[in-house]
């Protein structure tokens, strides 16, 4: 499954933290799955797979903490 966003109206756009959140904690609990995601983002950003890893990390945290205030 492969999903493009269009981002025309970045101003406007907006994610449902509680969806991005259960979706990627699904992700990092299925090694494999997190595996193949962390290369697929490393692929297509250039970062290496370590950045990508404190990226989603840092990720999570912050959808952690957003979904807690609300």
């Known amino acids: 499954m492969k ?8 101003d406007n756009f907006k994610i ?4 991005w959140l259960r979706t990627l904690l699904a992700i990092s609990g299925d090694r494999e799955k997190k595996e193949e995601v962390v290369q697929l983002i490393a692929e ?3 970062f ?6 404190v990226i989603l990390a840092t990720t999570i945290n912050v959808l952690v903490s957003e ?4």
């Open 16 to 19: 449902d933290p509680h969806v």
């Open 44 to 46: 297509q950003t250039g």
């Open 3 to 10: 999903i493009e966003f269009q981002l025309d109206d970045v």
């Open 48 to 53: 290496p797979t370590e950045k990508v890893e």
């Open 67 to 70: 979904t807690r205030s609300n």
